[in-house]
């Protein structure tokens, strides 16, 4: 498989952005949050959906980083800053629009209730693999799909 390599300018790509990092997992110390450069980052560990529908064991993920542009705040509910070692499991990346401009907050949808909500001049964010796969034995799996 090539590295994936994803840029999302608006609500619809980042949908698409959304798909392919569901069920992603990084520790508290992935999470990375520039206010000079205005840029917040995650490197994770994604699963490969894109492959997953066409293997039934054998699955995979790869390293990945997302990287989020233009950010001028972010706030994060259900996550201790100080456990770096906690991991943390991605479920959604949305997009809420502020008013009529391209501002908004793009929230991170995480396990257990917890979310990272970024304040952005636009929505500008950048998916890429960036390490090797690796097997793993098991799909995630969600209740009622």
Known sequence: MTDLKLVAL?????????????????????????????QFSIAANRFVWEEAAAKR???????????????LAVRSVGINQKNRED?????AIRFEQ?????DGTVQIDLAAGATIALDVECIEVQLADIGGAWETASKPRHPGA
Not at 57 to 71: D, Y
Not at 87 to 91: A, D, E, K, R
């Open 57 to 71: 064991k054998g699955f995979e993920r790869r390293r990945a980083a997302i990287v989020f542009k233009r950010v």
């Open 10 to 38: 608006d609500s619809e790509d980042l949908a698409v952005v959304s798909a392919h990092t569901q069920d992603s997992v990084f520790k508290v110390a992935d999470l990375s949050w520039s206010p000079r450069d205005q």
């Open 98 to 102: 502020k008013g009529e401009g391209p």
């Open 87 to 91: 991991v943390l499991s991605l479920l």
